[in-house]
């Protein structure tokens, strides 16, 4: 059975960092692409971060040179370090796994490439 469950969201001052902690079952984690993705209020769902089973990551420009993804193959778990949070940044995160394209994990076209399974999510709230 495939479960994604997050962790570690919550309110925070601008500036601030949090880190999310995605616990996945064996079958979720040994997926090609896993993804955090997140939906703020009266938005659509973005894709932020994705890494495949190779290592390989890639990060939505929004985020880029503040979050960083990971996976810790001792405790199964996809992570998420936050830094240098914005009140932009505020929105629910969710996980998400994936068998991909071939070796291309796909997160930016939330509109045409719709992720297999999903974890319920996790609120992240960021105050100026």
């Known amino acids: 059975q495939v479960q994604l469950v997050e962790s570690g969201g919550g309110s925070v001052q601008a500036g601030g960092s949090l880190r999310l902690s995605c616990a996945a079952s064996?079958?979720?984690?040994?997926?090609?692409?896993m993804a955090w993705f997140r939906q703020a209020p009266g938005k659509s769902r973005e894709g932020v971060a994705v890494i495949d089973s190779d290592g390989n990551t890639s990060h939505a420009d929004s985020v880029k040179g503040r979050f960083t993804i990971s996976k810790d193959n001792a405790k199964n778990t996809l992570d998420l370090q936050m830094n240098s949070l914005k009140p932009e940044d505020t929105a629910v995160y969710y996980c998400a796994a994936d068998y991909g394209v071939g070796t291309i994990c796909p997160f930016m076209r939330t509109d045409i490439y719709e992720y297999k399974y999903w974890g319920q999510g996790t609120q992240v709230t960021v105050s100026s």
């Open positions: 064996a079958d979720a984690y040994s997926m090609y692409c």
